[in-house]
């Protein structure tokens, strides 16, 4: 059963509720009549403004109750703060709304979970061998230092539990060990030596069993790369579709107290049934 399934039967037990607050987009229409009618979530209406919800965004940022209403006449910001006020189990947008306004909606409404210190985002990559990785960071931070990228990296291990049962992460580089040097290869591994995790290592040598024994890091049956840089990451999760066919579930947030999904602005009904699917898994 691949990744995608077991999300899906876990949705179907759930039945979790989620906010859309971009339901007058008819792919969301269309992907939350499909997923209402199988079964794999609840939809739950974006609400009016009302006291329980300023007093989320209150509580969440300290902010006056003047504010709080200004800001929940924003969408996006209500349909955090329904999450934050326990009216919604997760958010889904992005399909219509830029990537930096839902984040922004969720770090403040929602803000992130506990030892979390940043945001940060992953495709569930499904190849058309069977195979499903963790990608990730492709689509929020956009040149993490090394402390930032261990963030990521530690997120990213919950992230393949949750989804793949274990986790195997590999913090990717040009370099393997310590073959190479420079600025890039210094931060990665600095990342690696913060978090216990391969690296630095290059992908083949991350997913290769006998790379890998040539070169002494890792197992190479990594199932979760972690990229150094947002050019790599987007790069090869794009490429990965292009010349591969592999499906890309995502970008999907995570660190958050809640889930959040900040869906492509490309996103087919497709895919925003496996996205939303997918999400739901982290809860």
């Keep these: 059963m691949s990744a ?24 969301i229409a269309e992907a939350v009549a499909q997923m209402q009618a199988e079964g794999l979530c609840t939809p739950i209406p974006l609400a009016d403004s009302d006291d329980a919800l300023v007093a989320a965004l209150v509580k969440a940022r300290g902010v006056k109750e003047a504010v709080a209403r200004r800001m929940l006449s924003r969408p996006l910001y209500r349909a955090a703060a329904m999450v934050a006020a326990g009216q919604a189990d997760a958010m889904v947008a992005g399909a219509v709304s830029p990537s930096k306004k839902v984040i922004e909606a969720a770090s403040i ?34 040149a993490p230092d090394a402390d930032a990228l261990a963030e990521i990296a ?3 291990e919950t992230t393949g539990r949750a989804l793949l049962g274990q986790a195997r992460v590999a913090l990717l580089s040009f370099s393997t060990g310590t073959s190479g040097a420079g600025e890039s290869v210094a ?14 290592v290059q992908g083949d040598a991350a997913l290769n069993p ?14 979760v790369l972690v990229f150094p840089d947002l050019d790599a990451g987007n790069i090869a999760y794009k490429l990965a579709q292009e010349l591969a066919g592999a499906q890309a579930i995502g970008p999907v947030l995570q660190g958050f107290r809640k889930p959040v999904c900040d869906l492509s602005r490309g996103a ?14 982290l809860a």
Excluded at 187 to 200: H, I, L, Q, S
Excluded at 210 to 223: E, F, I, P, S
Aim: glycine share 8%; with cysteine; charged share 25%.
């Design 210 to 223: 006998a790379v890998a024994a040539l070169k002494g890091v890792g197992q190479g049956d990594a199932n």
């Design 154 to 156: 530690r997120a990213s």
């Design 109 to 142: 409404a929602i803000g992130l979970a506990d030892g979390v210190k940043l945001p940060s985002s992953f495709f569930l990559m499904r190849f058309p061998d069977g195979r499903d990785l963790i990608f990730a960071d492709c689509a929020l931070n956009v």
């Design 187 to 200: 931060k990665v591994r600095a990342a690696a030596e913060a978090t216990g995790f391969a690296g630095p």
């Design 268 to 281: 087919t009904v497709a895919d925003i049934i496996a996205a939303t699917t997918v999400t739901l898994a």
């Design 4 to 27: 995608l399934e077991r999300a899906m039967d876990r949705a179907r037990k759930d039945r979790a509720r989620v906010v859309f607050p971009e339901l007058n987009d008819s792919r």
